[in-house]
């Protein structure tokens, strides 16, 4: 999203006016029109999310939608006291020094500086230096512009850093490393810091006098002398890491997006280096190494054939879910296209589903997305009724991959066989799998997707149960792998990871689902005693063990999002699955969240590694970000 930066004399209430050469940037390079958005700051540390209004040559008037205080500057101000270096070395220390987070760059006339500026040339310098620090600014997403002082003495520079509350000047005579360790260490967060570094020929002694006569104290950067260039951003780079790190208190890391990626069991990762390095060969070859890899395969096929108790043939791997869903939808649909052409889909289905219907939708096929209730789930007489004589193919999602919710997946199967029994049923267990125990074969699913990496197995695998009546089509051609249903070379160390991953996922099955269902609930709790937090959709043993989706009033979810980040806190706002800029959660609407929260809410969920004491710190963390993120929302 674009970013520009405005004076507060540009903020009003309810809009902002931008003036200037952003003008014609936003109108004739961007060519953005009203009702695009952007992000714009104010310099002070406040950023505004807004769209566009209207448009004229001379300005462009933005609507607020919504504001919040900056959590992308560092806890400290650094003020670079910079000697005049030759040539256009400053517009490049310049340029740098805003990157790593410097507040203020002052140019210093020293007595070995070779640069002298008149006034004139002086003045021209530091418009173009100032150009400089707003683009860099723009391109490292700071929320402020640094501001490029007019050139000092060295005298004036070191009066006008006597009020900072740290300075620090390198010199190749200062103490050991040790003793600048010690001095670093001892910043805190909010503290002003200055730096002077000396021009191409370093300071005299009389300067460095001068600086410790005004405390200003030495130090050192090693036994190596550096170019003017490279010593301040060494010593920018160094409060940058110390700054961050120091940025409020991080008592543990708190991954909550299992949901969109699990991290794999060590045993999984083991058999995939152990089939990439020592049993590597081709399962398609008729040697010894050949033979060796087909036999994972075949064994990954019937370790997930044994959690479903269905056909070690009915098992067909994939690159993911993504995969699995697109060949059931499409090639059960190509494949039956005699028999009709009518499809059902719910309303909230996942982009790996609705965007295959709309690809069929496209080639002649009709389909009909059933509404949900304020639970997420379809009205089995409304499926009932949508049924008709040419429908070919039902696909629900099991669990909704935003809130939890739990489609009644046998109702719906029951539904299907009583009023058109030749009708197939796919279900998106994508969600699903590892957290229910599924019986195919006895609730009436004909086609099942899963993904790998949702289970604590590697990306880039999943499979799709094929019932062994089901007639489809394979959507991939070529070598003729899998019984020529999906061709292409297996995947040896995916699928070995996949196959103990399931079979790692139902062992002590019913203790594993406890144990999340257990930390669900303490977060629920938590976040429903939280002022203004509103948990969607159903919670306890009525939606799934894995997912809390709740909204924040008053704040943006992004806003919230990279908060928690900074405590080491993992969340999504929205499917993460989907897309890095996801729009307005169709689920959300779909269940009737409010329009106050649609752009408030973010998921939580868990897997195998979380903990209930990962819960409390997250909880105890929004207890203090919310209030605060609050009180910079604008009305």
Not at 145 to 169: C, G, Q, T, W
Not at 195 to 201: D, L, N, Q, S
Not at 577 to 588: A, D, I, M, Q, Y
Request: one cysteine or more; aromatic letters at 8%.
């Amino acid at each position: 999203m674009p970013r520009f930066f405005v004076g507060t004399d540009q903020i009003s209430d309810k809009d902002i006016v931008i003036t200037g050469t952003d003008v014609n940037h936003i109108r004739n390079v961007l060519r953005m029109t009203p009702g695009e958005e952007v992000t714009v700051s104010d310099g002070q540390g406040m950023d505004y999310f807004c769209r566009i209004a209207e448009l004229t040559k001379e300005e462009v008037r933005l609507d607020i939608v919504d504001s919040w205080h900056s959590f992308v500057e560092l806890p400290a101000k650094i003020y670079l006291f910079q000697g005049l270096p030759k040539s256009d070395k400053m517009e490049m220390i310049i340029q740098k020094a805003v990157e790593l987070g410097v507040y203020e760059v002052i140019p210093v006339s020293t007595a070995r500086a070779v640069v002298k500026l008149d006034a004139k040339k002086e003045a021209s310098k530091q418009k173009r230096w100032q150009t400089i620090a707003e683009s860099a600014a723009k391109q490292s997403k700071r929320m402020v512009i640094p501001e490029i002082h007019s050139v000092m003495k060295f005298s004036e520079a070191v009066n006008y850093a006597e009020e900072l509350d740290i300075r620090f000047i390198p010199y190749e005579l200062a103490e050991n490393m040790a003793h600048t360790k010690k001095l670093f260490e001892q910043i805190e967060p909010g503290q002003s810091i200055g730096i002077f570094i000396g021009p191409e020929g370093g300071f005299t002694p009389e300067e460095i006098e001068l600086a410790m006569n005004h405390q200003v104290q030495p130090i050192t950067l090693g036994k190596r002398i550096l170019r003017t260039e490279t010593a301040g951003m060494t010593v920018l780079s160094i409060l940058m890491f110390l700054l961050e790190g120091k940025r409020g208190r991080i008592e543990m890391e708190a991954y909550f997006d299992n949901s969109a990626t699990t991290r794999c069991y060590k045993e999984v990762a083991d058999i995939v280096v152990k089939t990439m390095t020592e049993d590597f060969g081709n399962p398609s070859a008729m040697h010894q190494k050949g033979v060796e890899s087909e036999r994972y395969v075949k064994e990954a096929a019937g370790q997930i054939a044994a959690t479903l108790k269905v056909q070690e043939k009915e098992i067909y791997f994939t690159s993911g879910g993504t995969e699995s869903n697109n060949w059931a939808l499409i090639g059960t649909a190509l494949a039956n296209r005699r028999q009709g052409n009518h499809i059902i889909i719910s309303s909230i289905e996942h982009p790996a589903v609705s965007a295959p219907a709309e690809f069929l939708e496209s080639q002649g096929f009709e389909v009909t997305r059933l509404g949900v209730n304020a639970k997420g789930q379809i009205s089995p007489e409304e499926l009932k009724e949508a049924i008709r004589p040419e429908t070919i193919l039902v696909s629900v999602m099991f669990v909704n991959n935003e809130i939890g919710a739990v489609e009644p997946i046998e109702e719906i199967a029951k539904i299907i066989k009583e009023k058109k029994p030749s009708v197939y049923f796919h279900v998106d267990a994508i969600q699903a799998y590892g957290k229910y125990v599924i019986r195919p074969k006895r609730q009436g699913i004909d086609l099942l997707s899963a993904s790998g990496h949702k289970i604590h197995g590697p990306k880039g695998t999943g499979f799709l149960y094929i019932d062994e009546k089901v007639k489809i089509k394979p959507i991939i051609y070529g070598g003729g792998q899998q019984k020529g249903m999906r061709s292409g070379t297996e995947n040896v160390p995916g699928c070995a990871g996949l196959g103990l991953a399931a079979k790692m996922v139902y062992t002590d099955h019913d203790a594993k689902i406890d144990k999340l269902y257990a930390i669900k609930d303490r977060m629920v709790k938590g976040l429903q005693a939280m002022d203004g937090v509103t948990v969607h959709g159903l919670t306890g043993r009525d939606s799934a063990p894995q997912i809390v989706a709740a909204g924040f009033e008053g704040v943006r979810a992004e806003v919230l999002l990279h908060a928690l980040e900074d405590k080491g806190i993992y969340v999504s706002s929205g499917s993460a699955c989907s897309s890095n800029h996801p729009g307005v959660s169709g689920t959300l609407k779909g269940i009737g969240v409010k329009d106050s929260l649609l752009d408030s809410t973010l998921r939580f969920s868990f897997g195998a590694f979380n903990t209930e004491e990962e819960v409390d710190y997250c909880l105890e963390v929004l207890n203090e970000l919310v209030p605060m993120l609050r009180r910079y929302r604008r009305a």
